[in-house]
């Protein structure tokens, strides 16, 4: 049978250690108070070392009150250290809804206290204990696996996407889904879309060449590629001076079939060499309706010598009104917002032709998803079209 330990408290301590000093035999005072000589022994070397800082109790820290300011400090800088290490390791998944939190806690109980996570991460302790000893309902790992896609989908399009593209994507991964739940997670998850800016109109009009009627007519829905072609052209700035892009899109898939970027405004570097490109990619049809506004790099005797020889029907919008090309300046506007604005910093020209080159290539002509298309890709409504084509026959 085990003795129980009698327990002393601190003052009964210090004033014990005080009155040893002042008897004449360590042995002689311990067998007055009652206690053993080698505990008396034990509490001098500990009032020796911490002062009034002594016996202090289990849980307790002990420091001497001369160092007691250095070692607040200290204690303050570990814990802000442990705060900032848990943060940092729970980035990723703060936020992912609770649930995932709740598993990063869970996978790192070993390393850190549980109580410390969840007051890091503020998260109710007891909510904490209740999910580890309950588990997760169905619906609450659909609601964790949905939150989780559409935050893998909104980053791995750069922050492009809104409700309504989104909807599609996850729609296409099998999801049943609207765009109101859509907004409403993505509102829970501070998700916010890259902000469209207004377009700036750079068209130099003033000249003496022939201007084509507007015989488009704001008429951009086609069911066949290659009928309509519409261009435009707007500056870049760069480190050093500006670059200037030209597009050519096909109306029919709104795919950029040609594109020119130079240093220069000169029909050579813009409109001409764009066309090239255009004329590789895509065959030219019949009458093919070739749409601008009514530049001097559409207008020239050079470039409309170049449409008149493939028996193109020229259009351009009225004066002022840029709304009769809205298509290609919404091109401009979506790549203005989704890579030059993202930028945050003017790049050197060789960098922004390589960006400029992936945007369109990669991105825009084989990644993004158009609302012109139904939120399909290029890709994608090429192809459906295609098998519409094969069934009618």
């Known amino acids: 049978m085990t003795g129980k330990y ?12 005080k009155l040893s000093y002042e008897k004449r035999t360590l042995k ?11 505990l008396l022994t034990r509490w001098r070397k500990e009032y020796q070392k911490f002062g009034e800082g002594s016996f202090q109790g289990t849980g307790y820290e002990r420091v001497h009150p001369e160092q007691k300011l250095v070692f607040e400090l200290e204690k303050k800088s570990k814990e802000a250290e442990l705060r900032y290490e848990i943060l940092k390791n729970a980035f990723p998944y703060l936020y992912k809804g609770k649930l995932v ?27 904490y204990h209740r999910w580890e000893k309950d588990g997760v309902s169905e619906k ?24 309504s ?23 829970r998850l501070g998700l916010r879309k890259v902000v469209k800016r207004k377009f700036k109109v750079t068209t130099d009009s003033n000249h003496t060449y022939y201007t084509a009627p507007n015989v488009l007519n704001r008429k951009f829905v086609v069911n066949a590629p290659s009928k309509v072609w519409v261009s435009d052209i707007t500056y870049i700035q760069t480190k050093k001076g500006f670059l200037y892009l030209t597009i050519i899109m096909d109306l029919y898939d709104r ?36 749409h601008s506004d009514r530049g001097v790099q559409y207008a020239n005797r050079v470039f409309t010598a170049k449409l008149d020889s493939c028996k193109c029907i020229r259009s351009m919008s009225r004066k002022g009104d840029h709304l009769d090309n ?30 400029i080159f992936e ?14 298309l139904n939120y399909k890709t290029i890709e994608e409504y090429n192809a459906a079209s295609n098998q519409n084509h094969s069934d009618n026959f």
Not at 6 to 17: G, M, P, Q, T, W
Not at 165 to 186: C, D, H, P
Not at 256 to 261: A, D, R
Request: proline residues 1%.
């Open 101 to 127: 939190i709740y598993k990063f806690i869970k996978d790192n109980e070993h390393k850190y206290s549980i109580l410390k996570m969840c007051d890091v991460l503020e998260v109710g302790y007891g909510r």
């Open 326 to 355: 809205s298509v290609s300046e919404s091109f401009f506007s979506s790549f203005k917002r989704e890579l030059i604005d993202r930028k945050g910093k003017l790049l050197t020209q060789k960098m922004m032709r390589e960006e």
């Open 28 to 38: 002689e005072f311990a067998d007055e108070l009652g206690i053993l000589p080698c």
């Open 255 to 290: 795919k950029i079939i040609g594109w020119s970027l130079g240093t220069r405004l000169s029909t050579d570097r813009t409109t001409l060499a764009a066309w090239e490109m255009a004329v590789t990619n895509r065959k030219i049809s019949n009458g093919l309706l070739f």
């Open 6 to 17: 009698k327990k002393y408290d601190r003052i009964f301590k210090e004033n014990a250690v």
């Open 165 to 187: 593209k989104i909807t599609q994507e996850l729609n296409n991964r099998g999801y049943k889904i609207s765009k109101t739940q859509v907004a409403f997670y993505m509102d």
């Open 140 to 163: 609450q790992q659909q609601i964790a696996l949905l939150k989780n896609d559409i935050i893998t989908i909104f980053f791995k399009f750069n922050k492009y996407y809104g409700k």
């Open 359 to 372: 945007f369109i290539e990669n991105w825009y002509n084989k990644k993004r998803r158009h609302s012109a």
